[in-house]
C-alpha cells in the first residue's frame, strides 16, 4: 500500500486572491509502517474471485486500524472548512482494528471431495457516532451478519447531514460458497494464509458427489454394426468442369475465328462493291462525265518508233520473275514466323556467317530474282520497250483515273495490250518495276549477312529498323499486285491475254487469236512448275543445294 510523504504538496489557493491550500505550517499525520506481506513463494495464488475478494477487504481493514490518515478534500460548503473535518481524519482509538481470521481445520465432506472452511472471528464493536462520518470498508462476517460501518456520502439537501445517517448499518448478505474439488485437483490445497482473510461457506454441510455412471464395457463376441459412409465436408457442392484447352491459333486468331474474318471480310468487300458500282454508274451517266470519257478514254498515243507485241525474252522474263517472287514470299513468310530453326548454314570463306537455311534460301532467291530483274531492265532499255511501261506525257494521269472510273463500272475499257497498255496499267507497271523491286533489294540487302557489320557510319545513316519497316509492306503490295493483276488478266479476255504474255502471239486486231489456246497451257505448266517448287522447299531438297555454297548443320 502507498504511504504519505513527510511533506504536504500545496496547490491552488481556496479562494480568489487566497494563499496555496493547505496552509504553509501544516504537516501530514504520522503514518505507521505497513507490515510486509510473507514472501510469494510462501502463498499459493488465489485461485477463487470470492477469495481475493474477501482478501482485499481484510487487507484494507488492517490498514485503517493501523492508523491509515484520511486525506482531506474540498469543502462541502462555499467558504467552508475542507472536508472531512480535520477531528476525523486521525485514527480513532476506540475503533478496534478487525481481527484477523484464522486459519480453519480443513474437515472430510465426503468421499473423494474436500472443503476449506474458515471460521471468522467476533464482530467488532460498533463504532461511535462521531467516527462514524469516516469512510471505512464495509466488512461482512462469513456468518453474513453486517456489523461494520456504512460510508458516508454528500448530504441529500443543501446544508443537511451526511448520508446515510451515521446509525445505518448494512445488510446481511450471504457469502458464496467454495469450489469442491477433487483431492490432489488444482484448488485442493486453497488453506488460507496468514494476514489474508478467506470468504467460505456458511453451511458445513457438504455438498453431494454426482453419481457418475460407469462407462458399459462393449462385447468383444458381439457382432459390429455395418459401416456407415459419412458424408464429405464437400457433399453437394458443384465443381467446376476442367478448362478446355486452347484452340490452335494460325496468328493471331483460331481456325474459326479465321473462318469468320473470312466470311465477315469477304461479305463487307462484296457489299463495298457493290455501293461502288452503282454509285459510278450513276456518276459516269451524267453529262460532264461523259465527255470526260470522251477526251480521255483511258489511254494516249505512244512517242514515234514505239515497238508493237512482245519479244520472247519478255516472255521468259515475265515467267521468272512471277517464279521467284512467289517462292521469296513464301520464305521471307517462314522466316518471319520461324522460331527454332531445323537447320543452319555457315559460309566457308567466313565462318562466321551463320544463318538459318530457310534465310539462306530467301537470300538466294532474292539474288536470283534480281538478277533476272537487272537483265529485265536493260533489255527493256536496249530494244525500246521501256516506252510501253514508263509514262511519256502527263495525259497519263487522266487517262488512268477514266480508266479506273470504267473498271470500278465494270464496263472495261478498250484496249490491246499487243499494241499499248492503257494509262492505269501503265502506272501499275511502272511503279512495281521502277520503284517496289528497288525498294525491296535495298531494304533486303540492308537486312541481310552480306551488309558490313562494322561500316559504323552506314549503320548510323541506315538504321536497319527503317529496313524493316519498309520491307514488309513492301512484300505486301507486290501480294496485291499480283492478285489484281492475274484477276484483271483472266476477266479482260483470258485466251488473248495469255497468248500475249506466254506464247508471243497478238495482232493488232483485239479480236484475232481470241480462240488461241497455247498461251493458256504454257500458264498452266508455269503454275505447276511454281506450285511444285512451293511443296519442294524443304531442308531434305534444299540442304543438298545450299551444300554447294557452304556447310548445312542440323540443330
Same mark, same amino acid.
Given at each position: 500500500?502507498?504511504?504519505?510523504?513527510?511533506?504536504?504538496?500545496?496547490?491552488?489557493?481556496?479562494?480568489?486572491?487566497?494563499?496555496?491550500? /493547505?496552509?504553509?505550517?501544516?504537516?501530514?499525520?504520522?503514518?505507521?509502517?505497513?507490515?510486509?506481506?510473507?514472501?510469494?513463494?510462501?502463498? &499459493?495464488?488465489?485461485?477463487?474471485?470470492?477469495?481475493?475478494?474477501?482478501?482485499?477487504?481484510?487487507?484494507?481493514?488492517?490498514?485503517?486500524?493501523?492508523?491509515?490518515?484520511?486525506?482531506?478534500?474540498?469543502?462541502?460548503?462555499?467558504?467552508?472548512?475542507?472536508?472531512?473535518?480535520?477531528?476525523?481524519?486521525?485514527?480513532?482509538?476506540?475503533? /478496534?482494528?478487525?481481527?484477523?481470521?484464522?486459519?480453519?481445520?480443513?474437515?472430510?465432506?465426503?468421499?473423494?471431495?474436500?472443503?476449506?472452511?474458515?471460521?471468522?472471528?467476533?464482530?467488532?464493536?460498533?463504532?461511535?457516532?462521531?467516527?462514524?462520518?469516516?469512510?471505512?470498508?464495509?466488512?461482512?462476517?462469513?456468518?453474513?451478519?453486517?456489523?461494520?460501518?456504512?460510508?458516508?456520502?454528500?448530504?441529500?439537501?443543501?446544508?443537511?447531514?451526511?448520508?446515510?445517517?451515521?446509525?445505518?448499518?448494512?445488510? &446481511?448478505?450471504?457469502?458464496?460458497?467454495?469450489?469442491?474439488?477433487?483431492?490432489?485437483?488444482?484448488?485442493?490445497?486453497?488453506?488460507?494464509?496468514?494476514?489474508?482473510?478467506?470468504?467460505?461457506?456458511?453451511?458445513?454441510?457438504?455438498?453431494?458427489?454426482?453419481?457418475?455412471?460407469?462407462?458399459?464395457?462393449?462385447?468383444?463376441?458381439?457382432?459390429?454394426?455395418?459401416?456407415?459412409?459419412?458424408?464429405?465436408?464437400?457433399?453437394?457442392?458443384?465443381?467446376?468442369?476442367?478448362?478446355?484447352?486452347?484452340?490452335?491459333?494460325?496468328? /493471331?486468331?483460331?481456325?474459326?475465328?479465321?473462318?469468320?474474318?473470312?466470311?465477315?471480310?469477304?461479305?463487307?468487300? $462484296?457489299?463495298?462493291?457493290?455501293?461502288?458500282?452503282?454509285?459510278?454508274?450513276?456518276?459516269?451517266?451524267?453529262?460532264?462525265?461523259?465527255?470526260?470519257?470522251?477526251?480521255?478514254?483511258?489511254?494516249?498515243?505512244?512517242?514515234?518508233?514505239?515497238?508493237?507485241?512482245?519479244?520472247?525474252?519478255?516472255?521468259?522474263?515475265?515467267?521468272?520473275?512471277?517464279?521467284?517472287?512467289?517462292?521469296?514470299?513464301?520464305?521471307?513468310?517462314?522466316?518471319?514466323?520461324?522460331?527454332?530453326?531445323?537447320?543452319?548454314?555457315?559460309?566457308?570463306?567466313?565462318?562466321?556467317?551463320?544463318?538459318?537455311?530457310?534465310?539462306?534460301?530467301?537470300?538466294?532467291?532474292?539474288?536470283?530474282?534480281?538478277?533476272?530483274?537487272?537483265?529485265?531492265?536493260?533489255?527493256?532499255?536496249?530494244?525500246?520497250?521501256?516506252?510501253?511501261?514508263?509514262?511519256?506525257?502527263?495525259?497519263?494521269?487522266?487517262?488512268?483515273?477514266?480508266?479506273?472510273?470504267?473498271?470500278?463500272?465494270?464496263?472495261? &475499257?478498250?484496249?490491246?495490250?499487243?499494241?499499248?497498255?492503257?494509262?492505269?496499267?501503265?502506272?501499275?507497271?511502272?511503279?512495281?518495276?521502277?520503284?517496289?523491286?528497288?525498294?525491296?533489294?535495298?531494304?533486303?540487302?540492308?537486312?541481310?549477312?552480306?551488309?558490313?557489320?562494322?561500316?559504323?557510319?552506314?549503320?548510323?545513316?541506315?538504321?536497319?529498323?527503317?529496313?524493316?519497316?519498309?520491307?514488309? /509492306?513492301?512484300?505486301?503490295?507486290?501480294?496485291?499486285?499480283?492478285?489484281?493483276?492475274?484477276? $484483271?488478266?483472266?476477266?479482260?479476255?483470258?485466251?488473248?491475254?495469255?497468248?500475249?504474255?506466254?506464247?508471243?502471239?497478238?495482232?493488232?486486231?483485239?479480236?484475232?487469236?481470241?480462240?488461241?489456246?497455247?498461251?493458256?497451257?504454257?500458264?498452266?505448266?508455269?503454275?505447276?512448275?511454281?506450285?511444285?517448287?512451293?511443296?519442294?522447299?524443304?531442308?531434305?531438297?534444299?540442304?543438298?543445294?545450299?551444300?554447294?555454297?557452304?556447310?548445312?548443320?542440323?540443330?
Amino acid at each position: 500500500m502507498a504511504t504519505y510523504a513527510r511533506s504536504v504538496r500545496r496547490g491552488l489557493p481556496r479562494a480568489r486572491g487566497g494563499d496555496p491550500w /493547505p496552509p504553509e505550517g501544516e504537516t501530514p499525520a504520522p503514518v505507521s509502517p505497513a507490515p510486509v506481506d510473507p514472501p510469494a513463494s510462501a502463498a &499459493p495464488p488465489a485461485a477463487d474471485p470470492t477469495e481475493s475478494a474477501a482478501t482485499g477487504t481484510a487487507s484494507m481493514q488492517n490498514e485503517s486500524a493501523r492508523g491509515a490518515v484520511t486525506r482531506r478534500g474540498l469543502p462541502r460548503t462555499p467558504g467552508g472548512d475542507p472536508w472531512p473535518p480535520a477531528a476525523s481524519t486521525a485514527p480513532d482509538a476506540a475503533t /478496534p482494528a478487525a481481527p484477523a481470521v484464522e486459519n480453519a481445520p480443513r474437515e472430510a465432506d465426503g468421499p473423494g471431495t474436500d472443503r476449506v472452511l474458515v471460521e471468522a472471528a467476533e464482530p467488532a464493536a460498533t463504532a461511535p457516532a462521531a467516527s462514524a462520518s469516516v469512510p471505512s470498508t464495509a466488512v461482512t462476517s462469513a456468518e453474513g451478519t453486517g456489523t461494520g460501518a456504512v460510508r458516508r456520502g454528500l448530504p441529500r439537501a443543501a446544508g443537511g447531514d451526511p448520508w446515510p445517517p451515521a446509525e445505518t448499518t448494512p445488510a &446481511p448478505r450471504a457469502t458464496p460458497r467454495l469450489r469442491e474439488t477433487a483431492p490432489g485437483g488444482p484448488d485442493s490445497d486453497l488453506a488460507p494464509q496468514s494476514g489474508r482473510a478467506h470468504a467460505v461457506s456458511a453451511s458445513s454441510e457438504p455438498a453431494p458427489a454426482p453419481a457418475t455412471p460407469a462407462p458399459a464395457t462393449p462385447d468383444p463376441a458381439a457382432p459390429r454394426p455395418p459401416l456407415a459412409e459419412r458424408p464429405l465436408a464437400h457433399a453437394g457442392v458443384a465443381r467446376r468442369p476442367a478448362p478446355k484447352p486452347d484452340p490452335a491459333r494460325i496468328g /493471331p486468331f483460331s481456325k474459326a475465328q479465321w473462318a469468320g474474318v473470312v466470311v465477315l471480310g469477304g461479305a463487307a468487300v $462484296l457489299y463495298v462493291a457493290a455501293m461502288a458500282v452503282l454509285a459510278v454508274r450513276w456518276i459516269l451517266s451524267l453529262e460532264p462525265l461523259q465527255d470526260f470519257l470522251t477526251t480521255y478514254p483511258g489511254e494516249y498515243h505512244l512517242p514515234e518508233g514505239a515497238p508493237v507485241g512482245f519479244p520472247a525474252w519478255l516472255n521468259w522474263s515475265h515467267f521468272l520473275n512471277a517464279f521467284f517472287i512467289v517462292l521469296i514470299i513464301r520464305t521471307g513468310l517462314q522466316v518471319r514466323s520461324e522460331k527454332r530453326p531445323s537447320a543452319f548454314w555457315i559460309s566457308k570463306k567466313d565462318r562466321k556467317r551463320r544463318m538459318s537455311l530457310t534465310l539462306w534460301l530467301h537470300q538466294a532467291l532474292d539474288i536470283l530474282w534480281l538478277a533476272n530483274g537487272l537483265i529485265f531492265v536493260v533489255l527493256l532499255f536496249v530494244t525500246g520497250q521501256w516506252m510501253r511501261v514508263i509514262p511519256t506525257s502527263w495525259e497519263v494521269f487522266p487517262n488512268a483515273l477514266s480508266a479506273a472510273l470504267q473498271y470500278v463500272s465494270l464496263d472495261w &475499257p478498250t484496249e490491246n495490250g499487243w499494241v499499248n497498255y492503257n494509262a492505269l496499267q501503265q502506272l501499275a507497271y511502272f511503279a512495281t518495276i521502277f520503284i517496289a523491286a528497288p525498294l525491296a533489294a535495298i531494304t533486303g540487302y540492308r537486312m541481310s549477312a552480306m551488309w558490313p557489320k562494322q561500316a559504323t557510319m552506314l549503320n548510323r545513316l541506315y538504321p536497319v529498323e527503317w529496313a524493316r519497316k519498309v520491307h514488309f /509492306p513492301t512484300m505486301l503490295y507486290f501480294v496485291l499486285f499480283i492478285v489484281v493483276h492475274v484477276a $484483271l488478266v483472266l476477266s479482260t479476255g483470258a485466251l488473248r491475254n495469255l497468248g500475249h504474255m506466254y506464247a508471243a502471239t497478238g495482232s493488232v486486231d483485239p479480236e484475232a487469236y481470241a480462240d488461241n489456246w497455247t498461251g493458256f497451257w504454257l500458264f498452266a505448266l508455269s503454275i505447276a512448275v511454281t506450285v511444285a517448287a512451293y511443296v519442294s522447299m524443304r531442308p531434305l531438297v534444299v540442304a543438298p543445294i545450299a551444300r554447294l555454297f557452304g556447310e548445312v548443320k542440323s540443330r
